[in-house]
């Protein structure tokens, strides 16, 4: 199923930049991107542009003007009801940690 395909290439990529996001070392980034990569292109050839978008925080190429147009208030908005969060404690999170 084409939709079940590009759902487990997107949690091997975030899986993988989990882990990405775990190392400092240069070596084991450039190795789990690789492993990545290959695994995608032999799953599913076609997902694999698009996970290097992705991996580049990106959607596409810049010559698309692709954008999600989702800002900060409903990114703060969705958190909150997620987690039941209130405003004072989304603030006080993303004084500690960086605004989203």
Known sequence: EEGG????????????LARIAATTKRKEKDAI?????????????????????LSSNKLGPPWEGLDLNVGGSAINAAVKAATGASAAELSALWKQTGDP
């Open 5 to 16: 395909a590009a759902a487990m290439e997107y949690v091997r990529l975030t899986s993988a």
């Open 33 to 53: 991107l690789l492993e990545t990569f290959r695994d995608i292109l032999w799953e599913a050839p076609g997902d694999l542009v698009p996970a290097v978008y």
